[in-house]
């Protein structure tokens, strides 16, 4: 053999063991590569797949009435709530190969290489829908390829721990279609008002279009460009078998009808009462070892949608055109569900709660707070007691008090604690407390639910204390529950993101605050205010109501000189309401005295449209009897000023009220304990 072939032979061999020792290096290489990546993967566990998700509220009849989200507004649902059509439409257009590869589709990555090189950038994607996913939890939109290898290596480890549905199911809830929407359930509500289980072929179509470009392919930023997206969509969908041509066709020549302006009018759906639902779930699940921000939670709430949109629309109609503010709270007797509440004018502008925030006196409403611990005391409706002008000292003789009249004007003679609680007489509230003392009349008010602590001065039976208005109201629904220590409540229940029940709101004490003989006669009591029967020197102070009124209501006013309140209920539903202004002004226009009783009945009567009027009933124990209002005395012909009342069985009274000696006791001004409870004049006679 010759040298030189010897030489090329050698060569040759040479070149082939290092091609083979080349090939077998780099085998090797790959496969450490692999089995490190593995290990890598191994080791790391899991990705996380936690999203935040927005906290949805939901009103008594579970329609959404607002969400509450940090940063993006996402609702997480199962493949198996959406649309078939939605889920094939962002396979086909997304990633056609999902279901086949192991979250890499080489083939495209290839092609997206070459287009990169030739343009000296990274220009071309080719992700598929697991590496979306990562990039959604984990990366930026950066175009690197630092950023591609991150998300290779957070995709890689998806598709080992994790099946196609759970990834597609992750993907689809977080994928950003522009207006801050994030996933496909929010997308849906957004664009349709619809849950994305809903969705029509050529809506899901339109909504899978928008991810590649959401400032771009959003049907609601540019309608061109979204419907020549929506039918690359429907075409992809024909193509790979998804929907037949004919779909297709029909799908492609749909008009698609927007719904945005549905979302917004939605989203402002009673803001001060959901804002104080978020502080009171906050509360409830840390309590129960969770944490508000999670996100995610459905939290049913007591809201009455029609409740809070009659609320509203009468306050927008009724409230001066002005600087007048306002509070409102409705609520259940039977479980102190609140169903409705206004916190003031606009939440936008003001996101103060009147309700539950402001601190104001209530003037007069607080007499019932009184006489019910006078009830309890020995007191009842026929308790007469003089009301001249009187001075009051205090604080061991230094200090003295001289309360007026609404209207200047004082008693002449006693009247009956049924009369002064219709006509709202100060003298005789002041000598109540007198009578039964300020413990008493503190003690009621904390059984009633009022966080106060009364100073040892007369004015306090005048309600000089500042309270909240869902104090107060929530005091009066004790008192037309019968008296039972039921406690408002704003949340029914409450739902993590996995449907798992995390609260639930336990049926309600049974304990008292007073008995319910007392609570029922003080209920009678305050009817009293709507009938002109009680009119002397001072007027009943509803019976400008009177004519707007088709049922039987126990309320009572309550004015300052800066502050406007009434409160009252029927069997089935408790109102109150405060009008005045935030800071340093006082009610002076007639128009801002007026509207408070003028919203407040009509309100009741909205409420309560179409619905049979409904007495109140009394317990055991209580009798009505027809009196007459000036001496006390069983009615009979002769006695002008004659009512049906009820009182406790031993108080009824005895005498008729043309007993002279009746009519004497009352003109000399003497006080007697006797018994008379009120029952709604006319719509029970």
């Known amino acids: 053999m010759r040298r030189t072939d010897f030489v090329k032979k050698t060569r040759r061999k040479a070149r082939y063991r290092f091609a083979g020792l080349l090939t077998i290096t780099g085998f090797t290489a790959v496969l450490t590569v692999l089995i490190c990546l593995r290990v890598y993967a191994q080791i790391a566990g899991p990705p996380s797949l936690s999203v935040p998700e927005a906290t949805v509220f939901i009103d008594r009849n579970d329609h959404q009435i607002g969400d509450r989200f940090s940063g993006e507004r996402r609702y997480w649902v199962g493949l198996d709530e959406m649309s078939p059509f939605l889920v094939d439409a962002f396979v086909a257009v997304e990633d056609k190969n999902f279901y086949k590869h192991g979250g890499f589709d080489y083939k495209r990555i290839a092609g997206a290489v070459l287009k990169d090189v030739k343009a000296g950038r990274k220009a071309e994607g080719a992700s598929t829908i697991t590496q979306q996913y990562a990039r959604n939890l984990y990366l930026t939109n950066e175009k690197s390829w630092t950023r591609k290898a991150n998300e290779a290596l957070y995709a890689y480890r998806m598709e080992l721990f994790y099946d196609k549905e759970r990834i597609l199911e992750g993907y689809l809830n977080t994928v950003y279609f522009g207006h801050g929407m994030y996933g496909v359930e929010a997308a849906s509500r957004y664009f349709f008002a619809k849950p994305a289980g809903e969705l029509t072929l050529e809506e899901a179509a339109a909504i899978a279009a928008i991810p590649k470009g959401p400032s771009i392919y959003s049907p609601a930023a540019n309608k061109e460009k979204a419907e020549n997206r929506r039918q690359i969509v429907l075409r992809l969908m024909a193509e790979q078998g998804f929907i037949s041509p004919d779909q297709r066709e029909r799908a492609g020549g749909q008009q698609l009808v927007l719904k945005t302006e ?38 049913k709430t007591t809201l009455d949608l029609a409740h809070q949109q009659k609320a509203e629309e009468i306050i927008a109609d009724r409230m001066p055109d002005n600087d007048l503010q306002i509070g409102f ?29 402001a601190k104001r006196q209530p003037g007069s409403a607080m007499k019932p707070i009184l006489y019910a611990a006078a009830l309890e005391d020995g007191f009842n409706p026929l308790t007469f007691i003089s009301t001249e002008k009187t001075i009051f000292t205090y604080d061991d003789g230094r200090s003295s008090y001289e309360p007026s009249n609404v209207n200047g004007k004082f008693g002449d003679h006693p009247i009956s604690l049924a009369q002064a609680l219709a006509v709202s007489d100060n003298i005789y509230a002041v000598k109540t407390l007198e009578e039964i003392g300020y413990r008493k009349y503190n003690s009621m008010a904390e059984k009633l639910g009022i966080q106060v602590k009364f100073p040892e001065s007369p004015a306090v039976a005048l309600g000089t204390s500042a309270v909240t208005l869902f104090e107060m109201t929530g005091a009066y629904n004790r008192v037309a529950s019968g008296g039972r220590k039921i406690d408002p409540v704003l949340i029914l229940s409450i739902e993590d993101s996995r449907g798992k029940l995390v609260y639930e709101h336990p049926e309600q004490t049974k304990k008292r605050a007073m008995t319910e003989e007392n609570a029922f006669v003080l209920t009678h009591l305050m009817t009293g205010m709507f009938d002109p029967v009680f009119n002397d020197y001072l007027t009943a102070t509803g019976v400008s109501m009177r004519a707007s009124q088709t049922r039987p209501y126990a309320a009572k006013s309550g004015t300052t000189l800066s502050d406007q309140y009434l409160i009252g209920y029927s069997p089935t539903l408790t109102a109150g309401i405060w009008t005045g202004y935030d800071v340093g002004r006082q009610i ?26 409904e007495p109140f009933l009394p317990p055991h124990g209580v009798k009505g009897v027809t009196v007459d209002i000036e001496t006390g005395g069983i009615a009979v012909e002769g006695c002008a000023k004659q009512r049906l009342v009820y009182l406790k069985e031993r108080d009824v009274p005895k005498q008729l009220c043309t007993d002279k000696t009746l009519r004497e006791t009352r003109l000399q001004g003497t006080k007697e304990k006797k018994g008379f409870d009120l029952f709604p004049f006319s719509f029970f006679e």
């Not at 001060?272 to 409830?284: H, R």
């Not at 509207?595 to 049979?612: N, Q």
């Open 588 to 613: 002076e226009e007639a128009e801002d005295k007026a509207a408070s009783k003028r919203i407040w009945i009509d309100f009741m009567e909205s409420a309560h449209s179409g619905l049979r009027p």
């Open 329 to 357: 709270v409705s609520m259940k007797p039977d479980t102190g569900e609140v169903t409705a509440m206004v916190g003031g004018r606009s939440f936008a502008d003001s996101p103060f709660n009147r309700v539950t925030q």
């Open 262 to 299: 549905e979302w917004s009018d939605q989203k402002d759906i009673a803001p001060y009462f959901l804002n104080e639902v978020w502080q009171d779930a906050e509360k409830i699940l840390v309590g129960k070892g969770r944490y508000p921000a999670e996100g995610g939670w459905t939290i």
